[in-house]
Nanobody
Framework: QVRLVESGGGLVQAGASLRLSCAAS??????MGWFRQAPGKEREFVAV????????SYADSVKGRFTISRDNAKNTMYLQMSSLKPEDTGVYYC????????????????WGQGTQVTVSS
């Protein structure tokens, strides 16, 4: 059974940092990504990591503030978020894909349940 389990969300003030984790089990993926969804908005791409190459891609809105990384031994992906802004608020999902570095949510076949991040001003 394939499972992706996110953790690390919470309520923080603007300017703070959070680190999200995504533990994967049941299979490995070529790429794993982070997406987020704010109330009333569509799910949007945040960052993606190619598991074997280590290459990454970020949404413009988070470049320079967020860092995606992995721990191969733990089969866990992370999203280090710094200088958080109220507009970063949303449910953050991790997802796994068979493609190399996809940014479209339709390219991902496996999703976690999400973790809430709330940034107050």
């Amino acid at each position: 059974q394939v499972r992706l389990v996110e953790s690390g969300g919470g309520l923080v003030q603007a300017g703070a940092s959070l680190r999200l984790s995504c533990a994967a089990s049941g299979r490995t993926f070529n790429a794993m990504g982070w997406f987020r969804q704010a109330p009333g908005k569509e799910r949007e791409f945040v960052a993606v990591l190619n598991w074997s190459r280590g290459s990454t891609s970020y949404a413009d809105s988070v470049k320079g503030r967020f860092t995606i990384s992995r721990d191969n031994a733990k089969n866990t992906m992370y999203l280090q978020m710094s200088s958080l802004k109220p507009e970063d608020t949303g449910v953050y999902y991790c997802a796994g894909s068979a493609l190399l570095l996809p940014i479209s949510p339709t390219a991902y076949g496996y999703w976690g349940q999400g973790t809430q991040v709330t940034v107050s001003s």
